[in-house]
C-alpha cells in the first residue's frame, strides 16, 4: 500500500469516525425525546464553533449541530441542540467559553476556571493579604486576564489563566502601593476593609434572633440575618381581583433567595448591591417567614412601609461611612486635571522656564500644568504675553493657544506613569540599576512575590479546591 493509499485510508477513517459521532449525538438527543423529555439550544459564532464542540466532547455531551446564517446581517452562526438534562453541565461549558471569548478582565469562579483551564499552563501567586486583594482587583482592569482568588494559609493566593498577564498585573498592584501616594491609597483601601468588618460585627445576629439590612433609599429591598446564612428579599405589588370581585394591591416578596454559605464576605457583596445599606434589630414590615425564606408581610403593608420609609431617610443622611465602594487608584496625571498652552513663542517660554511653577512641564513651545497650579500660570500669562494686548486680540490668543489637545507637554505628561510601570513588566523589565523611586520601591516589593507556572491537570484542580475549602473554613471560624 503506497503513501497515498494510506493518507486516503486515514481520512476515510477520520470521516467515518465523525459520522459514528454524529449518529451516536442524533440518537442520544432522539432517545432522550421519545422518553418526553426537553431539548435546550445554545448559539455560537461560526467562526468559534470548532472550538465550542471540542468542549462539548471533552464533556461527554450530546449535541447536533444546526448552521444559521441571518437574513438581514448575513452573519452566520452554529445552532447546537442539546439535552435539557445537561442544562447545568452546559452552562459551566457556555460561561467558561463566553470568558475566553471575552478579551477583558474578569474575576472567576473555581468551576469556571477549571472548566477553562483543563490541559491548559496558568500562573499562580501566593502571600497576599487581603488588602493586596482588593488592590490586585483593581490593577487586573487593565489587563485581559482572567483569575481566581483562593486561601494561603491565612492569606490569599490568586491563580490566573495567563501567567505573564498576573505578572504584569502584580506589577501594577506593586506600583500602586508604592511610594507616599501608594501608602496613602493602602491606608485608604484598610480602612474600607475596617468599616466593612465593623459592619459585619453589627449586623451579627444573636442566637435565634434575627438582623436586617436595609436599603435606607429604597427600603423595599433587604436582607434578614440569622444564625444559619441571610436571605436576600425584595417586595414589589400587583393588582389583583379579591373573592368579593373587587380589584386590590396586593404586596408580596417578588425576590427571595436563601445564602447558606458561612463568612462575612459573602454577606458584604450582598450588602454592597443596595444603594444606602443601613443595619436594622427591627422590620416592622413583616411578620414572619415562611420555610422557604419567603417574608410574610404585615397586613397593612402600606401604612407601614411610609412610615418605615420615612426612618430609612432619617437614617440614609447619618448612615455614616459608605461601605460600597473601595477606593480607586488615582493616576498621578490625567488630561481631565490638566492645563496647558501650545505653540508659544521660543522667547516667551524661555522666560517661562526662569520661575518655579509646582508641577509645570515644557516641551518645545507647548507648555503643561495641574490646574492646582492655573493661577499662577495665568498670572505670568497676563504679565508678559497677554500685557500688550487689546482685550478682542487677548480672547483670539487664547483661543488659538490654549489646551490640552495636541500639546505634546500634555501627552509627555501622561505618559510618565504608565512608562514607569511598563518598566517593570516581565516583556519590558528595566534593569534595576536604572530604577529609582516609586519603581525601584515596586521592583523590591515584586521580588517577593513569585509567580508560579504549572499545567492544570486533575492534582491542580484538586489542590485548588482544597485551598478554596480552607478559605471557607477560615471565613466560617471568623463569623
Not at 540599576?433 to 507556572?453: L, P
Amino acid at each position: 500500500m503506497d503513501e497515498m493509499e494510506l493518507k486516503n485510508l486515514g481520512e476515510a477513517a477520520r470521516v467515518t469516525e465523525k459520522l459514528a459521532d454524529f449518529a451516536g449525538n442524533v440518537v442520544a438527543i432522539l432517545t432522550h425525546v421519545e422518553k418526553g423529555k426537553g431539548t435546550l439550544t445554545a448559539a455560537v459564532p461560526e467562526g468559534r464553533a470548532e472550538e465550542f464542540k471540542e468542549r462539548l466532547e471533552k464533556r461527554h455531551v450530546p449535541y447536533v449541530e444546526i448552521a444559521y446564517t441571518n437574513p438581514e446581517t448575513k452573519e452566520k452562526s452554529m445552532f447546537f441542540v442539546y439535552r435539557d438534562s445537561d442544562r447545568e453541565k452546559m452552562a459551566q461549558i457556555i460561561k467558561a467559553f463566553a470568558l475566553e471569548v471575552d478579551q477583558s478582565c474578569h474575576e472567576v469562579d473555581l468551576a469556571s476556571f477549571e472548566e477553562m483551564m483543563q490541559g491548559k499552563e496558568f500562573g499562580s501567586v501566593s502571600g497576599l493579604t487581603r488588602e493586596e486583594v482588593y488592590i490586585f482587583r483593581e490593577a487586573a482592569k487593565d489587563h485581559n486576564i482572567h483569575f481566581c482568588v483562593v486561601a494561603d494559609g491565612s492569606r490569599y493566593g490568586i491563580v490566573a489563566n495567563d501567567a505573564v498577564a498576573l505578572e504584569d498585573a502584580l506589577a501594577d498592584m506593586c506600583f500602586n502601593m508604592a511610594g507616599p501616594r501608594g501608602k496613602e491609597y493602602r491606608e485608604k483601601v484598610a480602612e474600607c476593609l475596617r468599616q466593612r468588618e465593623a459592619f459585619s460585627q453589627k449586623a451579627k445576629p444573636g442566637k435565634g434572633t434575627v438582623k436586617y439590612v436595609v436599603d435606607a433609599r429604597n427600603p423595599e429591598n433587604f436582607i434578614s440575618i440569622d444564625e444559619w446564612g441571610f436571605t436576600t428579599h425584595s417586595i414589589r405589588s400587583r393588582e389583583e381581583i379579591g373573592l368579593d370581585g373587587k380589584r386590590e394591591i396586593v404586596y408580596y416578596d417578588a425576590r427571595h433567595k436563601i445564602h447558606f454559605e458561612p463568612g462575612k464576605e459573602w454577606l458584604q457583596e450582598a450588602a454592597c448591591r443596595l444603594a444606602c445599606p443601613v443595619i436594622v434589630d427591627e422590620m416592622p414590615l413583616v411578620e414572619g417567614f415562611t420555610s422557604t425564606g419567603e417574608a410574610v408581610l404585615v397586613p397593612d403593608f402600606a401604612e407601614q412601609y411610609g412610615k418605615f420609609a420615612e426612618r430609612m431617610e432619617a437614617l440614609r443622611k447619618s448612615a455614616g461611612p459608605d461601605i460600597r465602594r473601595i477606593p480607586s487608584w488615582e493616576p498621578l496625571y490625567s488630561r481631565e486635571r490638566l492645563e496647558g498652552y501650545r505653540g508659544l513663542p521660543v522667547g516667551l517660554v524661555a522666560k517661562l522656564q526662569k520661575i518655579h511653577i509646582p508641577g509645570l512641564y515644557i516641551n518645545g513651545g507647548d507648555i503643561a500644568y495641574p490646574k492646582e497650579s492655573e493661577k499662577e500660570v495665568e498670572a505670568w500669562m497676563a504679565e508678559y504675553f497677554y500685557r500688550d494686548m487689546a482685550a478682542e486680540q487677548r480672547e483670539e490668543a487664547r483661543e488659538r493657544h490654549r489646551g490640552t489637545d495636541r500639546n505634546e507637554a500634555v501627552d509627555f505628561m501622561l505618559s510618565i506613569e504608565p512608562l514607569k510601570r511598563k518598566g517593570l513588566y516581565a516583556r519590558y523589565r528595566t534593569p534595576v540599576e536604572f530604577m529609582a523611586g516609586v519603581q525601584r520601591e515596586a521592583m523590591e516589593n515584586m521580588e517577593n512575590r513569585e509567580v508560579v507556572r504549572q499545567t492544570f491537570d486533575r492534582e491542580a484542580a484538586r489542590q485548588l479546591r482544597e485551598r478554596l475549602t480552607d478559605r471557607r473554613i477560615a471565613q466560617d471560624l471568623e463569623k
